[in-house]
């Protein structure tokens, strides 16, 4: 997906310098299990502790959002950076800092094929696609959210984009998350929560996990109406939906189901979590596991960039 439209990058693109490298032992579950806010304005890689390596993959990923230049040695004019360059650049920052494999040592070197090695090929290839994907699924999002694409357009069907040899089973995981069936075929209002759910990463957008294969295609109102996933009776429809000034102008232009209510996402990640009603033992938790990172005030918890982080205490001699 190229941005042909300033609009979603810079939106895109304001929403990736908002979030904070955060370094954790903490694997990819271990992640999934923390508040979606935390998850949101974080930017983590499961297993790898050293922020600094982390910062180096967000601004990489930056550049090649935004498709930065550079002039070489001859005066040319160069991309900055492109998928190789991502993988070495990341390779050789990793090995200068000493990263090592979550489990423990590498036997005298790098595996490959492992992607739970944080300097393999394989998983910082992993990083780079899995990265662009979600930002060209963000731009996909706020897209299909224009008011006249989402009056005309309001449903999206999930689909095989890109086929794989181990396909995993679609269908259930839709049943699983609380998705039904209209004719037999995997489509939801595009802001039915459903897509949400769907996500390993809690997007309610493409990609909905590593390497799946799946998008979305999209559905029309005609279709829509005829599956009844939309009200005929718009002016009703209002009447139910409008909680608490929530809806968009777009929402309420477009006739939802009043059972299927989703408040539209905020492409750039909130900068607190609540953590209302966490025990004390979950709270101290956050604490081991982040340390200086985060800060737990009252009911909310924010990161903290190194620079609003405390000072280290230093043994006196």
Not at 182 to 195: E, V, Y
Not at 245 to 256: F, H, I, N, P, V
Not at 269 to 284: C, E, N, Y
């Amino acid at each position: 997906m190229d941005f042909t439209d300033p609009q979603p990058l810079t939106q895109i693109v304001a929403a990736l310098d908002a979030r904070t490298p955060i370094g954790s032992l903490l694997r990819t579950d271990g992640w999934a299990a923390m508040p979606q806010a935390l998850r949101d304005s974080a930017f983590f890689s499961a297993g790898v502790t050293q922020a600094q390596f982390l910062a180096q993959q967000q601004q990489s990923i930056r550049d090649l959002l935004t498709r930065a230049r550079e002039t070489n040695a001859a005066g040319e004019s160069m991309w900055q950076m492109d998928r190789a360059r991502f993988v070495a650049v990341l390779r050789q920052m990793g090995t200068a800092l000493g990263i090592p494999h979550p489990d423990g040592p590498r036997d005298g070197g790098i595996r490959e094929r492992d992607i739970t090695d944080p300097l393999s090929v394989a998983r910082l290839q992993l990083v780079v696609n899995t990265q662009l994907e979600l930002a060209y699924g963000q731009g996909q999002y706020l897209t299909a959210l224009d008011e006249d694409i989402l009056n005309e357009w309001p449903a999206w069907e999930l689909v095989r984009i890109t086929p794989r040899e181990a396909e995993r089973d679609w269908s259930t995981r839709w049943a699983e998350a609380g998705g039904t069936l209209p004719d037999g075929r995997m489509i939801a209002l595009k802001t039915d929560a459903i897509w949400a759910r769907l996500s390993r990463f809690g997007k309610p957008h493409p990609p909905f996990d590593f390497n799946s294969g799946m998008g979305v295609e999209e559905i029309d109102r005609t279709t829509a109406e005829d599956l009844g996933l939309l009200s005929m009776d718009t002016a009703a429809a209002l009447r139910q939906l409008v909680w608490g000034g929530l809806m968009s102008d777009a929402e309420k232009r477009s006739g939802y189901k009043a059972n299927k209510p989703q408040r539209l996402q905020p492409i750039v990640p909130p900068q607190t979590a609540s953590v209302k009603g966490l025990d004390a033992a979950t709270r101290t938790r956050l604490i081991e596991l982040f340390g200086d990172q985060v800060e737990i005030t009252d009911d909310t918890a924010r990161w903290l960039p190194p620079i609003l982080r405390p000072p280290k205490k230093t043994r006196n001699k």
